[in-house]
């Protein structure tokens, strides 16, 4: 009889699987990576994979959820300075910047283009949870700039043009490594600005 694990072990074992799974998709990818990979890293049977996640897709949503969670913290960060609207939106933009090009899973995952397959595979109500989530997080978020001063009054466009700066690390080739720092500088500068101009 197999003798019943604690919940602090329990919980060690999910820290084990979030972990050790983030360092195989960054090495191999999504599509390469097999839970026979996952469990063998983590030193668990394969039944004990199930009793924590139903695929690897959930799995993979887990650690992503994970490496999200970095938005939060910039936001706090960001919502907790006393700068004028123009530059609290430059800080906005370096710091987020900064975080996804030091993400090597974030990077990983769009380059080579799993995001679309794996969300495919996911329960539909996962995905429209984190949305609802990302949603309300960032409205908060669009709330605080305007009322610092930001002049764009549609929450969408606000919300939109934060998702395209952060893309923006993940095209670094396309836009050539020589012209992208610079590049990257003079577009929030001029985000920036045209954010908090009031001339119509």
């Not at 604690?6 to 799974?21: A, C, D, F, M, V």
């Not at 936001?75 to 004028?84: A, D, F, N, Q």
């Amino acid at each position: 009889m197999m003798a019943r694990i604690s919940t602090e072990q329990r919980k060690q074992i999910h820290e084990t699987l979030l972990t050790q799974s983030k360092e195989l998709f960054i090495q191999y990818g999504f599509s390469k990576t097999s839970i026979d990979d996952i469990v063998n890293a983590c030193g668990i049977a394969k039944g004990s994979f199930y009793s924590y996640y139903p695929s690897k897709e959930e799995l993979f949503y887990a650690v992503l959820r994970r490496e999200e969670e970095i938005k939060k913290k910039i936001i706090t960060e960001v919502m907790s300075e006393s700068l004028p609207p123009k530059e609290l939106l430059i800080r906005f933009f370096d710091i987020s910047f900064k975080a996804i090009e030091e993400n090597a899973f974030l990077q990983n995952l769009y380059q080579r283009g799993e995001y679309e397959k794996i969300v495919k595979r996911l329960p539909k109500e996962l995905i429209d949870d984190h949305a609802k989530e990302d949603l309300e997080s960032s409205l908060d978020f669009v709330k605080f700039l305007q009322g610092k001063g930001v002049t764009e009054e549609d929450p969408e466009v606000l919300i939109g043009l934060f998702r395209l700066m952060m893309l923006l690390p993940l095209h670094r080739e396309e836009i050539g490594e020589q012209a992208f720092g610079k590049t990257v500088k003079k577009m929030i500068e001029c985000l920036s600005n045209g954010l908090t101009s009031f001339s119509k």
